[in-house]
């Protein structure tokens, strides 16, 4: 019987409460801004912001090396050379050392060394090796587009 009454409390309506305003300890609501209408941008305008010849663009590149091998040195003087070359004052290069912080390979999944991670532009890329190989250092940061 006791189970019995309390169902019929639970299925009872409840009472509406009317609001006066906010109380002493409470903030009012904000409205909603309103919204206004976004026209969609054309393809050309697209391609015209995300173009990387108008210099607007910043690469951040992030070299993951482990202590100073010849390896590591190869593969920071190769990526300046590129970024010299390529993109001329565009890019900022962060080199990351894993003896001393070996916690920070975890961040981007790094699983050989040395790795180049391409932060922005979006979306992000990982290049592996000391980057000799120019041709293939370029297509796959994305500045040159590959053979077919």
């Given at each position: 019987?006791?189970?019995?009454?309390?169902?019929?409390?639970?299925?009872?309506?409840?009472?509406?409460?009317?609001?006066?305003?906010?109380?002493?300890?409470?903030?009012?609501?904000?409205?909603?801004?309103?919204?206004?209408?976004?026209?969609?941008?054309?393809?050309?305008?697209?391609?015209?912001?995300?173009?990387?010849?108008?210099?607007?663009?910043?690469?951040?590149?992030?070299?993951?090396?482990?202590?100073?091998?010849?390896?590591?040195?190869?593969?920071?003087?190769?990526?300046?050379?590129?970024?010299?070359?390529?993109?001329?004052?565009?890019?900022?290069?962060?080199?990351?050392?894993?003896?001393?912080?070996?916690?920070?390979?975890?961040?981007?999944?790094?699983?050989?060394?040395?790795t180049l991670v391409r932060k922005l532009p979006q979306p992000i890329r990982k290049i592996v090796g000391d980057l000799r190989d120019t041709e293939r250092a370029l297509v796959g940061l994305q500045l040159r587009p590959g053979k077919e």
């Amino acid at each position: 019987m006791k189970t019995a009454k309390r169902w019929r409390r639970a299925a009872r309506p409840m009472k509406a409460t009317v609001s006066r305003g906010p109380g002493k300890n409470e903030t009012p609501m904000k409205k909603a801004a309103t919204s206004q209408k976004k026209v969609p941008l054309s393809l050309h305008e697209i391609a015209r912001k995300s173009s990387p010849g108008e210099g607007e663009e910043k690469w951040d590149l992030r070299l993951y090396v482990a202590g100073q091998t010849p390896r590591s040195i190869a593969a920071f003087a190769n990526l300046k050379r590129l970024c010299e070359e390529h993109l001329a004052g565009r890019y900022n290069i962060e080199v990351v050392d894993l003896i001393k912080h070996p916690q920070l390979a975890a961040g981007d999944q790094i699983l050989a060394i040395p790795t180049l991670v391409r932060k922005l532009p979006q979306p992000i890329r990982k290049i592996v090796g000391d980057l000799r190989d120019t041709e293939r250092a370029l297509v796959g940061l994305q500045l040159r587009p590959g053979k077919e």
